[in-house]
């Protein structure tokens, strides 16, 4: 029953908004740290946004200022709202899961996630 599933990508004009999903069955956000990640072929996967433990949200610096992270703990779904995208943000955007052993704030290092979604493609275009 364990699963992360990624939905709203799309491809969107440079300057436009896009909003993306991610329902975490399985991983409630107690014990696992669930984070934003994007990843272009050829390079590493990069932290988008994470949360501490009360929700408070930590952005790359790529994106700080234009996309806003959210969550959702009664419906375990994280969001990512993304606006003023540029050709850079095209990406395949993922969510993850760690186990949290009682971190106060989730990282955006990939390596400390066990479990990914599938991917959601976002595209932008000029």
């Known amino acids: 029953q364990d699963q992360l599933v990624e939905s709203g990508g799309g491809s969107v004009q440079a300057g436009g908004s896009l909003g993306l999903s991610c329902v975490a069955s399985?991983?409630?956000?107690?014990?696992?740290?669930v984070t934003w990640f994007r990843q272009v072929p050829g390079k590493e996967r990069e932290g988008v946004a994470s949360f501490d433990a009360l929700g408070t949200t930590t952005y790359a610096d790529s994106v700080k200022g234009r996309f806003t992270a959210s969550r959702d703990k009664a419906m375990n779904t994280l969001y990512l709202q993304m606006a003023s995208l540029k050709p850079e943000d095209t990406a395949m955007y993922y969510c993850?899961?760690?186990?949290?052993?009682?971190?106060?704030?989730?990282?955006?290092?990939?390596?400390?996630?066990?479990?990914w979604g599938q991917g959601t493609q976002v595209t932008v275009f000029s």
């Open positions: 399985g991983y409630p956000f107690s014990d696992y740290c």
């Open positions: 993850a899961a760690g186990l949290r052993w009682g971190e106060w704030k989730c990282p955006l290092d990939f390596s400390k996630y066990d479990y």
